[in-house]
């Protein structure tokens, strides 16, 4: 299994900022993935995030709105950009197991409120 | 389009029952599923998945259940435990298609001792 490490946990952040979170990888893999969860919600991906291209986008999200960094292969950074109420939610950076099974290792997530 | 709806949103048993919990599926053409386990303020964690060859697939005190001809899944846990208490989401994939893990709505599992 992966051990994945996301910061901030959580942070309060006031409208019109943006946030960037951290994850962290003990292990090189190739692709990684981001999602959000809403309050009282399900998982809803934002973006697969491959090393050495721009990460690929759900529809209903925005490079400009959740811009991603994949710097390597066993780091990635997202982005919350001019932060609403709206944004408020569990940011989750995931990877895949080894050899592509389709299961995913999830990290703690960032609960990120937005005042 | 791809969606996973669950039953039912809630569900309390007594510590000891065995649980069951309902999943319904949209894309007839995904052929991986997946139950995780999220407990409060922790990120989810696998459970047991199962593949669109086989129609049950057992692990330690769960069980998952595919009916592709409704498009059905449900997990059971046996003798459940106070530790059990969580969210459960399936999780479906389409290998074919667009290779992403689709989450259900989750249900909320309280086992009360």
């Known amino acids: 299994s992966a051990v994945i490490s996301q910061k901030p946990s959580r942070d309060i952040c006031q409208r019109g900022t943006s946030l960037t979170i951290q994850c962290q990888v003990d292990?090189?893999?190739?692709?990684m993935f981001w999602y959000r969860q809403q309050p009282g919600q399900s998982l809803t991906l934002i973006a697969t995030?491959?090393?050495?291209?721009?990460?690929?986008?759900e529809s209903g999200f925005v490079i400009d709105k959740f811009p991603i960094s994949r710097p390597n292969l066993t780091f990635s950074t997202l982005t919350v950009s001019n932060m609403s109420p709206e944004d408020s939610s569990i940011y989750l950076c995931?990877?895949?197991?080894?050899?592509?099974?389709?299961?995913?290792?999830f990290g703690e997530g960032s609960r990120l409120t937005v005042l | 389009g791809e969606s996973v709806g669950l039953h039912l949103p809630t569900l309390s048993v007594q510590e000891g029952d065995n649980s069951i919990i309902n999943c319904a599926y949209s894309?007839?053409?995904?052929?991986?599923f997946i139950w995780y386990k999220q407990e409060s303020g922790k990120g989810p964690q696998f459970i047991i998945d199962?593949?669109?060859?086989?129609d049950k697939r057992q692990g330690q005190r769960v069980t998952v259940l595919l009916n592709k001809t409704v498009k059905h899944l449900s997990l059971q846990i046996a003798a459940t435990q106070p530790g059990d208490s969580a969210v459960y989401f399936c999780?479906?994939?389409?290998?074919?298609?667009?290779?992403?893990?689709?989450f259900g709505k989750g249900t909320k599992l309280t086992v009360n001792p």
């Open positions: 995030a491959n090393q050495g291209s721009e990460a690929t986008y």
């Open positions: 999780a479906e994939n389409n290998w074919g298609g667009s290779e992403k893990l689709v």
């Open positions: 199962i593949r669109s060859n086989m």
């Open positions: 292990s090189q893999v190739t692709m």
């Open positions: 894309n007839s053409a995904s052929d991986y």
């Open positions: 995931s990877v895949e197991r080894e050899g592509r099974t389709g299961e995913l290792f």
